[in-house]
């Protein structure tokens, strides 16, 4: 029985014929083709050049001529251990069926299931599942599982149960503080923001639709506060954002009330508020403040504290008044026109003549900070609570940062010896016109190099700079003669009382001293024009007023006065001064004496006799 595909097996068992007949296949392939194609034709022809390969093929050849099933289990392959493992584990692929017209059969290929040893070893391998990821990103908030939800909708229908038709302004806290969660002075603001239209009413229903399917319930409190503050389609908060807040605080705080028959000074406070919020939290200086820095802050911690706290003054942080009493005492002495602004010869008066004219002249020239005065030359009162923080703490980041660029006079981001000694130059002037003993530079860069600790000793980083706890001392030695000779004679008393108090900053001890000063400065100015035996009688400083007229050193002892002897006279109201005097006296008397026996004794001993008499 003939096969028509005797002439083709023929041309397969000739490696010549068959190598010429795959390079004309080859040379109509596209060239991506050919490299792979050249592989597979180079292994067919090796496995054809093995001396096994021909008996294989023939005994195929005649089991298709007979008809009978193909069995390669009998064919010896000893002889294929070259060859390609694929090729070892390949098994004969099934025939076409005959042709019914009784023509010649031919091969034919026909898509059949391939055998498990043909299987590539990689298709053996299961495929991972799809492994689902569990959605992490939502745009408006993560919706509030269904728990939480039911349990807020169930505190909001206890609170509308006795207001079907809502809730106004003044009955909204019991929502904001006992639902939201929130400090009670975001009341309003929530208010408005949940009624854009201003009916002046808020009903269930759009409560729940802005607090729990907007999505703000699984925030956190920042990101609440700042969403309910910042206005439509704005990505930061503004210091406008925070007056309705301050208008509440002015209007239902227990330790604000003398405040408010007095509306130009709760003006003032909140102006203050704000700016001391802006200068430690919104550390760009931009003026815009973004949630990541709202988050960074303290701010929501001290709001909080407002629904705990009666006492303003208690809360340091932002909204303490005496804070504000001090500040803006500051600034109308410093003014002196009340033009509400301040030049360069107002500042320079600040603190007793104590910063230098070089720094002043930095100041103005806005390195620092650019001034929100439009009166040229000037500072406004936002701009002189920005410089009076820096000043009094320069512990704080924003403080380093304040005077870091006045020294940096060429911007570099460094600061050098040379600029170092720029500003020290007129601070050893002004220990010479005082008569104090000069303190070289050479021995101030050992002491700063000392105190800062660089990485690299011909220059000082801000990096280097917020590393140090002595940083404030630094600034202080450049161009604040008061600070920097106060720290070189610094009271242990002082250091024992900032070890107790850890937690108070240089700007509240500072607020601290200055509120006392000024309080004690404003009983005695509302009586300046007539004083009685009466009005002497009913005041405790009234020795005070003597001392001031007749006794100098008792003045200047009143004039710089030291707060731990306020606090201990204050401990001890059971004693007189002429108690405290009296101590006083005796210990310098007994030390004195004793200075005197010991003097007595060692003239003895020299008036002895060194050689004893004959």
Not at 134 to 142: A, M, T, W
Request: hydrophobic residues 35%; proline residues 6%.
């Amino acid at each position: 029985m003939d096969i028509d595909g005797v002439d083709d097996v023929r041309i397969i068992l000739d490696p010549d014929l068959f190598q010429q007949q795959q390079q004309q296949q080859q040379q109509q392939l596209p060239p991506p083709l050919k490299a792979s194609s050249l592989i597979a034709h180079q292994l067919f022809s090796h496995w054809l050049s093995l001396p096994h390969t021909a008996t294989l093929v023939k005994s195929l050849i005649d089991d298709a001529k007979s008809g009978t099933p193909a069995n390669v289990s009998k064919i010896n392959v000893s002889g294929a251990s070259a060859l390609p493992s694929v090729f070892l584990s390949s098994t004969t692929p099934p025939l076409s069926p005959r042709s019914s017209s009784g023509s010649s059969p031919r091969f034919s290929r026909q898509r059949t299931t391939t055998p498990p040893s043909l299987q590539s070893p990689l298709g053996s391998l299961k495929e991972p599942k799809p492994q689902l990821i569990p959605q992490f990103y939502y745009q408006h908030g993560r919706p509030p599982a269904k728990e939480l939800k039911e349990q807020c909708i169930s505190m909001v229908d206890q609170v509308f149960s006795n207001y079907i038709d809502g809730l106004r302004v003044d009955e909204f806290k019991s929502i904001t503080k006992e639902v939201c969660k929130l400090p009670s002075i975001l009341s309003p603001a929530l208010f408005t923001k949940i009624d854009p239209n201003c009916t002046g009413i808020v009903t269930r229903d759009a409560f729940i639709k802005y607090w729990i399917d907007g999505n703000m319930l699984t925030m956190d409190t920042a990101s609440q506060i700042y969403h309910i503050l910042r206005q439509q389609g704005s990505n930061y908060l503004r210091q406008v954002d925070f007056k309705p807040v301050l208008d509440e605080l002015l209007a239902t705080h227990p330790g604000l009330e003398f405040l408010r028959n007095s509306s130009e000074f709760q003006e003032r406070y909140a102006e203050t508020v704000i700016f001391r919020i802006f200068y430690y939290i919104n550390r760009s200086g931009t003026g815009c403040l973004t949630l990541r820095e709202l988050k960074r802050g303290n701010l929501i911690a001290a709001m909080q504290q407002l629904d705990e706290e009666d006492d303003i003054n208690k809360i340091i942080r932002y909204f303490s008044y005496e804070h504000f009493y001090v500040i803006y005492c500051r600034f109308w002495e410093l003014d002196s026109d009340h033009d509400c602004f301040v030049d360069k010869d107002n500042l320079i008066k600040y603190g007793n003549h104590a910063l230098t004219y070089r720094i002043v002249d930095r100041i103005f020239s806005q390195v620092p900070r650019k001034f929100t005065s439009k009166v040229e030359g000037k500072m406004s009162y936002e701009d002189f609570v920005y410089f009076i923080l820096a000043e009094e703490d320069k512990s704080s980041e924003p403080s380093l940062e304040y005077w870091f660029k006045c020294i940096d006079l060429d911007g570099n981001g460094v600061i050098t010896r040379n600029e170092m000694h720029f500003f020290f130059e007129e601070q050893l002037h002004r220990m010479e016109c005082i008569t104090q003993e000069p303190v070289l530079f050479k021995d101030i860069l050992c002491q700063i190099v000392d105190m800062i600790g660089p990485e690299e000793e011909n220059c000082i980083t801000l990096k280097d700079l917020k590393g140090s706890k002595l940083s404030g001392n630094v600034f202080n030695i450049l161009f604040n003669l008061n600070k920097f000779m106060a720290f070189e004679t610094r009271d242990p008393f002082l250091i024992r009382q900032e070890r107790e108090e850890p937690n108070l900053t240089e700007w509240d001890r500072f607020a601290q001293r200055e509120y006392l000063r000024l309080s004690m400065e404003e009983d005695v100015e509302e009586k300046e024009n007539c004083i009685t035996l009466k009005d002497l009688k009913g005041s405790k400083l009234s020795g005070n007023v003597f001392n001031i007229l007749f006794n100098l050193n008792k003045f200047m002892a009143f004039e710089t006065r030291d707060p731990f002897l306020i606090r201990q006279e204050r401990e001890e109201p059971n004693l007189t001064e002429w108690d405290r005097f009296a101590q006083r006296e005796y210990l310098r008397l007994s030390m004195e004496e004793d200075v005197e026996e010991v003097s007595n004794e060692s003239a003895d001993v020299w008036d002895e006799p060194l050689e004893p008499q004959c």
